[in-house]
């Protein structure tokens, strides 16, 4: 766990004095799964076969930047509940259409599904993502009726999603969270590769980093895969740590044998590890 003051301890201190590439291979976690490639090549065709196949209102816009689109899900009943999902990729790549099949999960018992996307960097600051989800999250919260979703929302997602998920866990229209896989907290970023892009500042280090902040009394499940990298199992067991020291409801949950990519497995299957979790969160 990275200390909670802005003053660099002798933690930092010693981050900071490995080399460079060290402290680039302790984030890169497509470098730590060689078969990243291949996983994320089947999941991005097997979301564009469930765009085709199951009735849903695709790309509609919350926004005005190109990337400001839902793709919305509905169930049968407008009143079930409806898992939001926050795509990864440390807020610089991916798409949000590309991660539709993590829906077959939660779908099989009956709840709505949307996918929001938004801008990445470095068009716009992590601040300025943060903005964007809340805004997603008010568009959805002021017409998600009109598309049969008007339920409890969880909110989950994956990587950099994971991250969101867990800051925006206090929005009004948020009844739980789901985050798998999450960086929070992000004074170490500032020092690998990953802060070409998103250019890191003191502020929002601090207002942005979930183990910085207050916890939010709602209820959160943190999960992360235990082949993961040791700095995201750190991350997500501090996190959990901080929230239970708060009182703030919430299981940790560590899944067996699954890495960064294989974990949302969990999240797609009906029978699911994260599946249940999602479950147990709504009733």
Same mark, same amino acid.
């Given at each position: 766990?990275?200390?909670?003051?802005?003053?660099?301890?002798?933690?930092?201190?010693?981050?900071?004095?490995?080399?460079?590439?060290?402290?680039?291979?302790?984030?890169?976690?497509?470098?730590?799964?060689?078969?990243?490639?291949?996983?994320?090549?089947?999941?991005?065709?097997?979301?564009?076969?469930?765009?085709?196949?199951?009735?849903?209102?695709?790309?509609?816009?919350?926004?005005?930047?190109?990337?400001?689109?839902?793709?919305?899900?509905?169930?049968?009943?407008?009143?079930?509940?409806?898992?939001?999902?926050?795509?990864?990729?440390?807020?610089?790549?991916?798409?949000?259409?590309?991660? !539709?099949? $993590? /829906?077959? +999960?939660? @779908? &099989?018992?009956?709840?709505?599904? =949307?996918?929001? %996307?938004?801008?990445?960097?470095?068009?716009?600051?992590?601040?300025?993502?943060?903005?964007?989800?809340?805004?997603?999250?008010?568009?959805?919260?002021?017409?998600?009726?009109?598309?049969?979703?008007?339920?409890?929302?969880?909110?989950?997602?994956?990587?950099?999603?994971?991250?969101? !998920?867990? $800051? /925006?866990? +206090?929005? @009004? &229209?948020?009844?739980?969270?789901? =985050?798998?896989? %999450?960086?929070?907290?992000?004074?170490?970023?500032?020092?690998?590769?990953?802060?070409?892009?998103?250019?890191?500042?003191?502020?929002?280090?601090?207002?942005?980093?979930?183990?910085?902040?207050?916890?939010?009394?709602?209820?959160?499940?943190?999960?992360?895969?235990?082949?993961?990298?040791?700095? $995201?199992?750190?991350?997500? @067991? &501090?996190?959990?740590?901080?929230? =239970?020291?708060?009182?703030?409801?919430?299981?940790?949950?560590?899944?067996?044998?699954?890495?960064?990519?294989?974990?949302?497995?969990?999240?797609?299957?009906?029978?699911?590890?994260?599946?249940?979790?999602?479950?147990?969160?709504?009733?």
């Amino acid at each position: 766990m990275m200390p909670e003051t802005q003053t660099p301890d002798a933690q930092m201190i010693a981050w900071r004095a490995l080399p460079q590439e060290t402290r680039d291979r302790a984030y890169n976690n497509s470098l730590a799964v060689p078969e990243s490639d291949a996983l994320n090549a089947r999941r991005i065709a097997d979301a564009k076969r469930f765009r085709a196949r199951v009735p849903g209102v695709l790309d509609i816009p919350y926004g005005p930047r190109p990337r400001q689109r839902w793709d919305l899900f509905p169930a049968e009943d407008a009143a079930a509940p409806c898992l939001v999902f926050l795509h990864g990729g440390y807020w610089q790549r991916n798409r949000h259409e590309d991660f !539709a099949c $993590l /829906a077959e +999960g939660v @779908r &099989a018992h009956g709840f709505a599904q =949307a996918f929001p %996307g938004y801008t990445l960097a470095p068009d716009i600051s992590l601040a300025g993502i943060v903005d964007e989800i809340d805004t997603a999250l008010d568009w959805l919260a002021e017409n998600g009726r009109a598309h049969r979703i008007a339920g409890p929302i969880l909110l989950s997602g994956w990587s950099a999603g994971g991250h969101l !998920a867990a $800051l /925006a866990l +206090g929005h @009004r &229209a948020v009844a739980a969270g789901l =985050a798998i896989s %999450g960086v929070f907290d992000l004074a170490p970023l500032r020092d690998t590769y990953l802060d070409d892009k998103l250019r890191l500042t003191a502020a929002e280090i601090t207002t942005l980093s979930p183990l910085r902040q207050p916890a939010i009394g709602k209820p959160l499940a943190i999960a992360y895969g235990t082949a993961e990298l040791p700095r $995201l199992i750190a991350d997500s @067991r &501090a996190l959990h740590a901080r929230r =239970a020291a708060s009182h703030a409801p919430g299981p940790l949950i560590p899944v067996a044998g699954a890495n960064h990519y294989t974990i949302l497995d969990a999240l797609r299957d009906p029978a699911g590890e994260l599946t249940k979790a999602a479950l147990s969160l709504m009733r």
